[in-house]
């Protein structure tokens, strides 16, 4: 069995925002798919271990925005690189509007939106999957939607080594931020994705990876989720 065949499955990628009476979140997926066409229906899978998760449970309502390639990482860093849980995301950000369900969808490096209402839902251990009736939708603007090999091709900065003084280093594949010296300690955390040290790799001082060159992250959408 070739467990790179399951790195072939092309995503594309959203902001999902929930709100509930205190205040609205989003994070981003790649898990959003239509599933049936009459009715417009759709399917997303959350980690639990996302804010966005918990509130989606209580509320039963999202608006899914579809990622273009016209986003920046801005977009990922602010809605994939910190959580709903230590702090207010849309309290800062201004390109946002409210979809009819009251739920903010993205204006800003996304092509389109998908407001949907949950009608079943599925314990799948580390994540929940959702069923929704689409409710609402738009299209924003026409840039074609950006797949999840385009966000790590064109979007995600490359290792930036220039501060980098040890001779073997590691990179964290997610957010790409570099841990100068080896070894990594087994229980290190990315301070800025917050993910764990399988998720990096070692590089040599010009961020050339040392083993494994072929790994990719290989943690679907927990890889710009938050
Ligand atoms: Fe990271």
Redesign the pocket.
Known sequence: MNNKAIFKISYGLFVLSVKDSDKANGCIVNTVMQVTSSPDRVSVAVSKENYTHDILMETKEFTASVISEKADFELFRHFGFQSGADCDKFADYSNYENASNEIPYIKKGCNSYICGKITDSMDLGTHTLFIADVTDMDIIDDAPSATYEYYHKNIKPAADTKNVTSKTSWL?T??G?IYDGDPLPADFI?P??K?DAS?FVKIDKDGNKTENPEQENDRGEQGVDA
């Open positions: 964290c997610i957010c931020y990315c800025i994705c993910h998720v």
